[in-house]
């Protein structure tokens, strides 16, 4: 009966100490909980407290080994050739490169995006192990000054012209990049070579490319019809490349081969090709040379040229013959002209296969040797660019000194 009674006291107790182990596990829930806001609020602000705004963000680091002093790289541009690398993961990322401390590497950082793993950035750069140097860290960058310089323009009807200065000054010298002195190895010279690559400013891939990939020495030729057709001379320059301007001249064939609108022709007189010589010339500026954009046909005359080429002369430029026409008069003619010119050796890229381009590349060292110096002449397409780069990379190991086009002019006695 007692315990009849005592019954529902001990429902009680038992309920009241329920209860409390009930509020004690509570208890601690609250502070195990408040433990994680007050965790989770420091992981959040920790990013603004370290002033690091992608904080959170996906993140991968990577070193690349320099083969050039810290104080001369380019790490944003290095950056931009990690982001292409990876294609549209790292579209919406942002990319840093600094040097390292120590000077030893460059570290890349992307933050956002897909992450990046290790296997990724492998595939991206399979051929070495920490990415190669050659496409994320260009060779150190020499500036060459800003164009145009106001005392060697002329303002005409049809823009800003070349012209050489009251000092005497011409734009086939300002406008050049400048060749570094020759080392002599055991009282010799090295060979030399120079490289240009033309049809730039065309297509905006292979021109970007080009400027990113290939050494400072390679000089460049634009055509004349690009919309952004300044904006590309002038980044060009900023990577140290010299330039020259393409003037479209008639090939044997045309129309059917037709180089562009104000194409100088053989039928046309002095007059009108020096019209359209005029509107060529005002395309751009800060170009040290002019050369012939196809034009087998026009070279071939020496009536239609000389006028062409003593206007160049006179505004204080210089001529390259790009080579490709064994009948081309342009040699001659501007010898008589006094007018600096050089005239190419090989076609690198006459044959599109990998190994017809290497062969050239050793046909035009094998020149060189022979001569002292030759000029190789290219169209920018990414085989040819890449296969440039690669054997320029090798070459001063190889005896051999790659300079700019304009180091190899002959220079006449100026009209």
């Not at 609108?261 to 040290?288: D, I, K, Q, S, V």
């Amino acid at each position: 009966m007692a315990d009849d009674l005592n019954a529902p006291l001990r429902r009680v107790r038992a309920a009241r100490a329920e209860a409390g182990s009930g509020r004690r596990r509570a208890g601690i829930a609250v502070l195990l909980a408040a433990g994680l806001i007050v965790a989770g609020a420091g992981l959040i602000a920790w990013p603004y407290l370290s002033k690091n705004p992608l904080g959170g963000e996906p993140v991968v680091t990577i070193a690349l080994k320099k083969s050039q002093p810290p104080a001369a790289a380019d790490p944003s541009d290095g950056a931009l050739a990690m982001r292409e690398s990876l294609g549209a993961d790292a579209d919406e990322a942002e990319v840093r490169a600094a040097p390292a401390a120590d000077g030893g590497v460059i570290k890349i950082t992307i933050h956002g995006g897909t992450p990046v793993d290790e296997e990724t950035l492998a595939e991206a750069h399979p051929a070495e192990p920490d990415v190669s140097p050659r496409a994320s860290t260009p060779v150190p960058h020499r500036r060459l000054a800003k164009v145009p310089d106001p005392a060697l323009i002329e303002r005409g009807a049809e823009g800003a012209l070349p012209r050489i200065g009251k000092d005497g000054r011409r734009p086939a010298q300002a406008y050049a990049r400048p060749a570094d002195p020759p080392r002599a190895t055991r009282g010799k010279t090295p060979p030399r070579i120079a490289i240009l690559i033309t049809g730039l400013g065309i297509g905006a891939n292979s021109t970007d490319e080009a400027i990113r990939r290939l050494p400072e020495p390679v000089s460049f030729a634009f055509a004349p019809y690009s919309k952004d057709l300044q904006a590309w001379v002038d980044k060009a320059r900023s990577h140290g490349h010299e330039v020259a301007l393409q003037l479209p001249m008639e090939p044997f064939g045309y129309p059917d081969a037709d180089p562009g609108p104000h194409t100088m022709l053989t039928g046309a007189g002095p007059a009108e090709n020096l019209n359209h010589l005029r509107w060529l010339l005002a395309r751009m500026t800060g170009y040290f040379a002019v050369t012939n954009y196809m034009g087998a046909k026009f070279t071939a005359s020496p009536q239609a040229l000389s006028p062409v080429l003593d206007e160049a002369a006179k505004r204080g430029l210089a001529f390259i013959d790009d080579g490709s026409s064994p009948r081309s008069q342009a040699a001659s003619v501007a010898g008589s002209l006094g007018l600096p010119a050089v005239t190419g050796d090989v076609i690198i890229d006459a044959g599109q296969s990998q190994e017809s381009i290497e062969a050239a590349l050793k046909g035009l060292e094998a020149l060189a040797r022979e001569r002292g110096q030759a000029l190789g002449v290219a169209i920018a397409l990414p085989s040819t660019i890449e296969a440039i780069a690669g054997w320029a990379d090798g070459l001063s190991a190889r005896g051999i000194v790659l300079v700019p086009v304009s180091a190899l002019m002959s220079q006449g006695s100026p009209s």
